[in-house]
C-alpha cells in the first residue's frame, strides 16, 4: 500500500528518488520502501520533507499513522478471511458427519 502523499509531493516538486533519498540521509533502498508503504515515516525524516515541500508536519506524519492503520486493517482482514475458511472447512465435515449418522440411523430402524 503506497504512501500516496509522499509520491505526489515528489512528482510535484519534480524531486528524483534518490536526491529524496539523500536528503534523508538513507539509501534509495530505503526510500523506495518508505514511499511504497513498506518503511514507516519516521519524526525525523517528517521533519526534514514538512522543510523540504512546505508543509505542516501534521500532515505527513497523519498520512503516514493512516498508512499504518490501513495496513494493519488489511492484515486483521486477511486474518479473518483465513480463519473464516479454516472453519468453513470444518463446518463441512461436520455436516458430512451429521449425514452420515442420520443416514446410518435410519438405515438401523
Given at each position: 500500500?503506497d504512501?500516496?502523499l509522499?509520491?505526489?509531493?515528489?512528482l510535484?516538486f519534480k524531486?528524483?528518488?534518490?536526491?529524496l533519498?539523500?536528503?534523508?540521509?538513507?539509501?534509495?533502498?530505503?526510500?523506495?520502501?518508505?514511499?511504497?508503504?513498506?518503511?514507516?515515516?519516521?519524526?525525523?525524516?517528517?521533519?526534514?520533507?514538512?522543510?523540504?515541500y512546505?508543509?505542516?508536519?501534521i500532515?505527513?506524519l497523519?498520512?503516514?499513522?493512516?498508512?499504518?492503520?490501513?495496513k494493519?486493517?488489511?492484515?486483521?482482514?486477511?486474518?479473518l478471511?483465513?480463519?473464516?475458511s479454516?472453519?468453513?472447512?470444518l463446518?463441512?465435515?461436520?455436516?458430512?458427519?451429521?449425514h452420515?449418522?442420520?443416514?446410518?440411523?435410519?438405515?438401523?430402524?
Amino acid at each position: 500500500m503506497d504512501n500516496v502523499l509522499l509520491r505526489l509531493f515528489r512528482l510535484q516538486f519534480k524531486f528524483c528518488r534518490s536526491t529524496l533519498a539523500s536528503k534523508l540521509e538513507i539509501d534509495l533502498k530505503d526510500y523506495l520502501a518508505l514511499e511504497k508503504g513498506d518503511l514507516s515515516l519516521t519524526l525525523k525524516q517528517a521533519q526534514v520533507l514538512s522543510k523540504l515541500y512546505n508543509v505542516k508536519i501534521i500532515h505527513l506524519l497523519e498520512s503516514a499513522r493512516q498508512l499504518e492503520l490501513l495496513k494493519v486493517r488489511q492484515e486483521i482482514i486477511q486474518q479473518l478471511q483465513l480463519e473464516n475458511s479454516r472453519l468453513n472447512h470444518l463446518m463441512e465435515g461436520g455436516y458430512e458427519l451429521i449425514h452420515r449418522y442420520k443416514n446410518h440411523q435410519h438405515e438401523a430402524a
